[in-house]
C-alpha cells in the first residue's frame, strides 16, 4: 500500500509540476498574492506565504530522487529506488511523446583500485564521484549507486533531447570523474565507461529493456575502453550477440594462426635505440576483424588453453627476433607474458630451453614478463622455483604493473627479477601532476638502490616521456612511442625510427 500510494504521489508529482512550476504560474505569483491580501488581508497572505511553500515540499518538488533507500557511502538512490525512477520516467516520456536517458557509467580497473588504496579509501573516492555527478546534473535527474563500482542516472522527460546532447552529458560526466581526487597527498585518477540509451531508441516498450539496453551499450563501452563511450543502438545489439558467438570460435582461431603476436616497441631513454618489443596477443577475425583481448582470453582461459597460448606467443616472438636478425636491425629482446597458471607449469623450463635451442638463441633474448600480483600473492613452490630458474637460464625476468600488487623488496630479490614495469596508472599525467611525479621518482631511486632496470608503460605524451628520461628511467613504452602492430609492420617502423634518430643536417656556414 505505501509503494502504491508513493507511486500515485509520483505521477501527481509528475502532472502538476509543468503546470505549477511553468512560467505562466510565476509570471501570475505577484497578481496572486495580491489578490491573495485584497481578499483575506494580511492573514491569508501569511498563510499563502508560509502554505504554498509546504505544499510544494509535500509533493516532493524540493526533493531530488525518490523516497527510495538510500547508499550509505554516497547518500545516492539505489537501485531498487532507480528502477522506479526510471519507469516512471519511461512512461511519463511515451505519454507525452517527449523523450529521456539513462546513462550506465562504470569505473574501469575497480578491483585494482581496492587492491591499492584499500576499502576505506575507495568508500572516499566513491563519495567524491558521486557528489560529483550530483553536481553535474539538474535537481531533477536521478543519479543513483546501482552497483559497487556502477553509477545510473536517468534523466528527467525533456521535450528536445538527441543523440548529441547525450553525447555531450556523457563527456561532461566523464571529465567530471576522471578529475584527480586528492586522498592523504596522493592524487588518485579513475577512468570510467559509459553506455546510454534514449527513451526512443528502447528496443521494447517497457522500462526494463530499456535499461538493459543502456547496460548493453556499457558493456561495448567497455570493449572499447578504458573511457569507452557508446549509445545503444540496433547495430549495438547484433555485435553482442556476434561477440557472445565468437566464444565458440576461439579454439579454432588459435589453432588456425587468426590469433598472433603483435609487437609494441620498447625504447631506451638515454640513447633513443630499440630496447625490444612486447608480444602481445590478438585476434583478426576474418569476417569481424579485431577482436579485442578482453573479450578472447577469458574464453580461452575458460577453455583452459592459456599454456597453448603461451606456447604460440613464444614460438612466434622467437620466430620475429630471427626475422629481425636477418634482416639486419638489432632488436636486443621480446617480452611475453606469462601468467600464473602457466608458471605452475613443472616441465616449463625445459620447453623453452628446447625452444631457445631450436632457434639457437640466446636466453637473453627472450625476457618473461610476470604480473606483480603473482608474485606477491602466489607462496607457489613451482612458481618460484620457474622463476628462478628461467632467470638463471639467462632469460630477463620483468615485473609488470608495478606499484599495483604491493609486492615486497624480498620477493623482488627472491624472484631474481631484473626489470620492473612501473605501471601506467603512475605514469598517466606524471608531467602535469607533482603527486604523480613523486611516486614515479620514489619507484626509479628504490630500484636503482636494487641494481634494478625499469621500464615505463603506458606513455602517451611527449611531456611524460621527456620527464621520465630526466627521472632516470631507462626505457619506456606506450602508444606515445609506437603502438603493437604485426610482424609485416615491424621493420617499416623500425626504419622510420631510425631515420629519426639520425644526426640533423648542420644549419648555416658560408653563403655562395
Sequence with gaps: MNMLNSGLLARLRNSLAPVLLGPPVLAFLPALTLGTYWMGGEHALMIAALGLPLFFAGLGFFSRGTNAPLDSTTGLVLRDGFEMVTQEVFETAGRKEQNSAVFIIEIDQFAELESEYGEQSVEYVLRQLGQRLSEATRSRDCVARIASNKFGICLSVMPQLDLELCIQLASRYQTKLEEAIQ????????TCSIGFCTRRQSPEEESESWVAAAFAALEEAKHNGPSGMRAYSSELHHRTKRRR?????????????????????????DT??????????????PVHGMIPPTTFLPALEDAGLMERLSEVMVY???SALKAWDAAGVDVPQVGVNFAADELRNPGLVERIKWDLERFSLDA?????????TVVSDSPDDMIVRNIAALGELGCGID???????HASIGAVRRFNVSRIKIDRSFVTKSDRDAEQQKMVA??????????????????????EHALLAQLGCDHVQGYGIGRPVPFDQTLDWISAHISKLKEPPAIGGASS
Design 399 to 405: 615485473l609488470d604493473d608495478f606499484g599495483t600488487g
Design 316 to 318: 612466434q616472438s622467437l
Design 272 to 285: 633513443g635505440q630499440i630496447s625490444g618489443f612486447e608480444a602481445l596477443a590478438r585476434w583478426v577475425h
Design 364 to 372: 637473453n633474448r627472450l625476457c618473461i614478463e610476470v604480473l606483480e
Design 183 to 190: 586522498l592523504d597527498g596522493t592524487s588518485i585518477y579513475v
Design 245 to 269: 558467438n565468437l566464444h565458440g570460435e576461439v579454439v579454432q582461431a588459435l589453432e588456425s594462426g587468426q590469433i598472433q603476436a603483435w609487437f609494441q616497441p620498447q625504447i631506451s631513454t
Design 442 to 463: 620514489a619507484i626509479l631511486t628504490m630500484a636503482e638502490r636494487l641494481e634494478l632496470e625499469t621500464l615505463a608503460e603506458g606513455v602517451e605524451t611527449v611531456g
